[in-house]
């Protein structure tokens, strides 16, 4: 047992080497990442003081430019004798420098390709860059630039978060009008975070940052006005904060006039395609592409799907979906035919807009029965695309592919008897056509069944079911992502600040002290099995660094190494 007991002795302290030179591996990294870190932020914070001091100064050198040129022109006038307000308008027109021109127009360009870059990047430093290019923007008195960086520094996405910066960067851009500050500031001051806790300062930012166009502000003032938090209850003041939200996002998705593509559910496949997971393992991925390549339909279908809309961790990427969607088309899908119908009629890069196109696909796919092709030549009658308007011809397709419980077609159903296009308005058709439309989740269905409640159209009014109805819209537009029950859920890293706002907001409402309880327990799992997942990923990751190194036959040697080590002290000690 002894020779026993000293392997295992010798493993341990083995074992505790490799992690102390592990260690210092790590720590020499960290420091080489922190210095790099350190250089780019100390330049980004560099022209973020340089900003705000730019920004006093500009401000007290207009103020002299304005009283001297008052002066002057008071002088001529006086001289002149010229009593003309039209005159001292033209003074103020021509006063204007065009290099002030030149010089915003400059700072746009700098924002747009930061954004850009932003949206490219693939790592931390490729957004240090995008960080950078936003602060010479800001420099330049971008004013979008300077909330991206007032951003940056509350929710720390580059460097070290710094709340006090923040608050007075929102400060400055508030005074010039910005709602996206003004709706910041609601925020900090209703939580307390980095400023005074105050709920009737938070009211005002959120009051004012509504008025300015901020969708957020609109959020939570309607669920405030709903809840009475810090106001009266008032449900007809919340839905006219709900509405003007709705309403904006309403008008986006009628301009679209598409197809949603995620309403068509995926086909059920081994590791099932049309799950909730985020991400598609790399690997199942390429054995889908393999069988799609040999053939498989279904998967041709709905991989063209993934890669229209770029779906499960894939790029969009317009010409591989086409590709995929041929593929089954001449195999006789009438579904990839109706996607191709439906690529066409919006247009892009590997399917240039054309109407006769996607009326050639919609009708291949209506020939066969398939209700998107049938709402397909709907939509095309319905607007006039590459055929004449004929409201006829689009009622009559609509009411095909609506038999076989396709929801956009529903939708239109419920529209054409809403509106009155084509056919005599019928408010009790609508609100059928709307309600089984709603069934499936059909964002605009919803919006519409709120607008006949909150105006008592065709139903009886009611003010409530209206409400809800506006935030059911809302939630299937992804809009109430940081709106839940108590507050608001912030898109933070940072889990020692998320369990903070979670016991704030228990003081702040006695009734919160259960929900903000499970959302506790939620948070901690969730940490936990990020750090299990976390530590399976990196050891896996040292596992195969050894292989790649000292070859696919180290622990045979590390083994040898241990036996030879071993025979080495058992003769030692028998000496």
């Not at 951003?151 to 996405?157: H, M, T, V, Y």
Request: glycine share 6%.
């Amino acid at each position: 047992m002894k020779p026993l007991s000293l392997l295992i002795e010798i493993l341990i302290i083995l074992g505790v080497t490799i992690k102390n030179i592990e260690a210092e591996k790590h720590n020499k990294n960290q420091k080489e990442r922190n210095v790099t870190t350190q250089v780019s932020m100390n330049e980004i914070k560099q022209f973020l003081s340089h900003t705000l001091e730019q920004r006093k100064l500009n401000k007290v050198i207009n103020k002299r430019e304005t009283l001297l040129g008052k002066k002057k022109n008071q002088r001529k006038l006086r001289i002149k004798g010229i009593q003309n307000k039209d005159l001292l308008k033209r003074n103020k027109s021509h006063s204007k420098k065009p290099a002030k021109k030149n010089f915003t127009d400059e700072g746009d360009q700098l924002f747009k390709m930061a954004i850009k870059i932003l949206q490219q990047s693939r790592n931390q430093k490729q957004k240090e860059e995008a960080y950078i290019l936003f602060a010479k923007a800001a420099d330049m008195g971008n004013l979008k630039a300077m909330e991206k960086m007032a951003d940056a520094l509350l929710f720390g996405n580059v460097g070290t978060q710094n709340i006090t910066a923040a608050i007075q960067l929102y400060e400055s851009l508030a005074k010039e009008g910005s709602y996206k500050a003004q709706n910041a500031l609601g925020f900090l001051s209703s939580y307390g975070i980095g400023m005074e806790y105050n709920q009737a300062k938070a009211l005002i930012y959120y009051t004012f940052g509504s008025a300015g166009g901020s969708m957020m502000s609109q959020m939570i003032l309607g669920y405030r006005y709903l809840s009475g938090i810090n106001v009266l209850q008032n449900c007809e003041v919340a839905l006219n904060h709900y509405k003007k939200v709705a309403d904006y996002i309403a008008d986006k998705l009628e301009k679209s006039e598409g197809i949603p593509v995620e309403k068509v559910r995926l086909t059920e496949r081994p590791e099932n395609l049309s799950s909730n997971s985020e991400i598609l393992d790399w690997d199942i991925y390429q054995y889908y592409k393999f069988l799609a390549e040999r053939g498989d339909v279904q998967l041709q279908v709905s991989l063209g799907q993934l890669h229209l809309i770029g779906r499960k961790g894939l790029d969009q990427d317009y010409y591989k979906a086409l590709y995929y969607f041929l593929k089954a088309a001449k195999a006789g899908s009438a579904n990839a035919m109706a996607f191709i119908g439906k690529m066409y009629l919006e247009g892009n890069a590997a399917a240039p807009q054309s109407n006769a196109t996607a009326f050639k696909y919609f009708s291949m796919a209506a020939n066969k029965g398939n209700a998107i092709g049938l709402h397909g030549l709907g939509l095309l009658y319905f607007y006039g695309k590459g055929v004449p308007v004929n409201y006829a011809e689009a009622l009559k397709y609509f009411q095909k592919a609506a038999e076989k419980g396709w929801p956009n077609a529903q939708f239109q159903l419920g529209f054409m008897y809403y509106s009155g296009s084509g056919v005599w308005k019928d408010y009790k058709l609508a609100f059928k056509y709307f309600y089984l439309a709603s069934q499936s989740g059909q964002p605009l269905a919803i919006y519409y069944l709120a607008e006949m409640y909150a105006t008592g159209t065709g139903v009886l009014r009611s003010c409530r079911t209206a409400v809800e109805k506006r935030l059911k819209f809302l939630k299937k537009r992804r809009c109430t992502q940081w709106h839940f029950s108590y507050g608001i859920e912030l898109p933070f890293k940072d889990i020692h600040l998320a369990r903070r706002l979670y016991d704030m907001a228990a003081q702040t409402s006695p009734d919160a002290r259960i929900p903000v309880f499970f959302a506790l327990m939620r948070l901690e799992t969730v940490h936990l099995l990020q750090d299990i997942l976390f530590f399976n990923f990196t050891m896996r990751r040292k596992w195969k660094k050894l292989d790649n190194t000292l070859g696919p036959y180290w622990d045979l040697f590390v083994i040898g190494l241990i036996v030879a080590m071993l025979i080495f002290l058992l003769r030692n000690r028998y000496r």
